[in-house]
């Protein structure tokens, strides 16, 4: 089981990002794909979060109607694309895998990507 997060940046407030969580090793139809973040001298959080019914699940607020969540199967990849970026999104954005449900337990995903850095500044 692999999951190689990429995409992110550095972006000025309002911006957009697109980060990508390519996996392998396993059939993706049948997971939900997190996305966490963690910023310096926080706790990881949850963000958003995809079922294997392609039900997106909000861990945050803050995100709701800047950022959406997408799974593309054929590929392998879930997607998170980041809109109207702020600087309180600055983190390093981790993708996590689960079999099926949504969790907004960090415990409850067994296989993480190695993180990509999103930095909002102008």
């Known amino acids: 089981v692999q999951l190689q997060a990429s995409g992110g940046g550095l972006v000025q407030p309002g911006g957009s990002l697109r980060l990508s969580c390519a996996t392998s090793g396993f059939t993706l139809n049948y997971k939900a794909i997190a996305w966490f973040r963690q910023a310096p001298g926080k706790e990881r959080e949850g963000v958003l979060c995809?079922?294997?019914?392609?039900?997106?699940?909000y861990y945050v607020d803050s995100v709701r109607g800047r950022f959406t969540i997408s799974r593309d199967n054929a590929v392998n990849t879930v997607y998170l694309q980041m809109n109207s970026l702020k600087p309180d999104d600055t983190a390093v954005y981790y993708c996590?895998?689960?079999?099926?449900?949504?969790?907004?337990?960090?415990?409850?995903?067994?296989?993480w990507g190695q993180g990509t850095q999103v930095t909002v500044s102008s």
């Open positions: 995809i079922d294997d019914n392609d039900r997106s699940i």
């Open positions: 996590a895998v689960r079999s099926f449900r949504c969790s907004n337990s960090k415990t409850a995903f067994g296989s």
